[in-house]
């Protein structure tokens, strides 16, 4: 594996620097050391023409002074917690009110896609590394590491490691905004989504999950066979207005823990498929709905659904919910998962 190492900038948390890999097929990724964020994924289309998927930033400044989490790895918990608080083992740990009444993806300023992530090639990986001593409100000293990894089969494997010398809820993932036409194309609403998940989680206001896990089928939440994003985003279907279209938790169908096939993406211009699979128990489908016009790389603007995120995860609001999968890990517990994105 060839690595390009350059440097990406100055922030207030220090300098950045970004790690870049090719492969064999003519498909790179980088990644900066600024919150093991993903910059850029350029692969080729059906025509062998290369574009860049993923919307972003031109230095790592503007990730670090912008809000919207491109690319970044989000924890130690992405998504949101009621009310800000969670009580565990009797004793309250109380959070930043940062999302209305909410949390959201932990801390806006101290949250893992702010911080500078030690970085070592192992392997055919880079292996990004932090250590969490930081006061968010969240219990326990953690160790994170995120492996990255791309094969000559245009997979690009995400590997998660999080350990805690206290019992504490972690559920890390990515949010990178995927256009497969190409970060600068425009709308996402051709892309056609397929998801392996017959139910969702139900959402009140400020997408917080009620606990109902519902039936996808019947509805406008139904992608089990596949569904054009723009179809019915703006359907008459109180869940989509609630989060002004979609932007919830899907339940993979059979989870157990193993590596499953849960999502195919499908560019409409560029014929580019990414198929995309994890061990953890959800995604959140997010169709872009607060994109407001900002630049991005090269000039670009992102306005409303120009991307899409699939977001890996344990179900938001997990501690709050004794139905949901268990998400608190501790010194008896570590935190590991995996989600690979391939494209075809």
């Not at 977001?311 to 935190?335: A, K, L, M, W």
């Amino acid at each position: 594996m060839n690595v390009v190492k350059s440097f990406f900038g100055t922030t207030p948390a220090g300098d950045v620097d970004l790690f870049t890999v090719i492969n064999d097929k003519n498909m790179s990724v980088s990644i900066s050391s600024l919150g093991a964020t993903l910059v850029s994924i350029k692969v080729p289309d059906r025509n062998g023409h290369v574009d860049d998927v993923l919307l972003g930033y031109d230095s790592a400044k503007e990730y670090y002074d912008r809000d919207g989490f491109f690319g970044a790895v989000v924890g130690p918990v992405a998504n949101r917690i009621a009310g800000g608080e969670f009580e565990l083992d009797g004793k309250t740990c109380h959070l930043q009110i940062n999302d209305g009444p909410n949390n959201l993806h932990s801390h806006l300023e101290l949250g893992y896609h702010r911080r500078i992530w030690d970085v070592k090639k192992e392997g055919e990986s880079l292996v990004f590394s932090l250590y969490d001593d930081v006061d968010t409100g969240f219990p326990g000293k953690k160790t994170v590491t995120v492996e990255y990894t791309l094969t000559d089969e245009n997979e690009l494997k995400i590997r998660y490691h999080l350990s805690s010398d206290e019992k504490t809820p972690v559920n890390l993932t990515n949010h990178s905004y995927f256009n497969l036409d190409g970060h600068n194309s425009g709308s996402v609403l051709g892309h056609r989504l397929t998801l392996n998940a017959s139910k969702y989680t139900q959402v009140r206001e400020g997408a917080i999950p009620t606990g109902v896990l519902s039936d996808v089928s019947g509805t406008v939440m139904d992608f089990t066979k596949g569904r054009v994003i723009g179809d019915d985003i703006e359907a008459d279907f109180d869940q989509l207005k609630l989060t002004i279209g979609y932007d919830h938790n899907w339940v993979i169908d059979g989870w157990d823990g193993s590596l499953r096939h849960f999502a195919t993406l499908v560019g409409p211009a560029s014929g580019r498929v990414m198929e995309a699979y994890t061990t953890l128990p959800g995604v959140q489908f997010y169709a872009g709905n607060y994109l407001d016009g900002r630049t991005g790389k090269g000039g670009a603007k992102y306005y409303k659904r120009q991307a899409m995120c699939l977001e890996t995860q344990y179900f938001p609001d997990s501690v709050h919910h004794d139905n949901f999968p268990d998400c608190i890990f501790g010194p008896d517990r570590d935190y590991d998962s995996e989600t690979v994105f391939k494209f075809i």
